[in-house]
C-alpha cells in the first residue's frame, strides 16, 4: 500500500526554522515527483515546492524562494522541506504529495496534477 506520511511541523515563533519530512513506504520515492503543499484555513491548497523525479530540478513559490529548501534522501525514503525565516503567513497545514510523472514550470504547483498525498503536518507560526 503507497502510503506517505509527514512530520516536523509545530508552533514555531517568527524568523525560526522547522524541517518537514515526508516519509514513504509501498513505493521508491526517487521514482516519484513530490511536491508540498499547503492550506491555511479559508484558503485554497497552495503549491510551495516541487522536486522532479529523476534530475532532481526543483520548483519554489515565489513567497518561499530563499527561505524554504526541498531536498531528497533515497536511502531513507524521504523528502525534506526545511523552513528558514518562518513568517506568520506561513501558517497552514502542510502536506506532501507525489506523482509518477514529471513537472515543469506550468504545472507543478497544481494539487490535482498529484495522485498520492500524505494526511499533513500543521505548522503555526506566532509569537
Known amino acids: 500500500q503507497l502510503q506517505l506520511v509527514e512530520s516536523g511541523g509545530g508552533l514555531v515563533q517568527p524568523g525560526g526554522s522547522l524541517r518537514l519530512s515526508c516519509a514513504a513506504s509501498g513505493f521508491t520515492l526517487d521514482l516519484y515527483t513530490i511536491g508540498w503543499f499547503r492550506q491555511a484555513p479559508g484558503k485554497e491548497r497552495e503549491g510551495v515546492s516541487c522536486i522532479r523525479r529523476f534530475d532532481d530540478i526543483t520548483y519554489y513559490t515565489d513567497s518561499v524562494k530563499g527561505r524554504f529548501t526541498i531536498s531528497r534522501d533515497n536511502a531513507k525514503n524521504t523528502v525534506y522541506l526545511q523552513m528558514n525565516s518562518l513568517k506568520p503567513e506561513d501558517t497552514a497545514v502542510y502536506y506532501c504529495?507525489?506523482?509518477?510523472?514529471?513537472?515543469?514550470?506550468?504545472?507543478?504547483?497544481?494539487?490535482?496534477?498529484?495522485?498520492?498525498w500524505g494526511q499533513g503536518t500543521q505548522v503555526t507560526v506566532s509569537s
Open positions: 504529495a507525489a506523482d509518477r510523472s514529471s513537472k515543469y514550470g506550468g504545472n507543478w504547483h497544481m494539487a490535482g496534477q498529484y495522485d498520492y
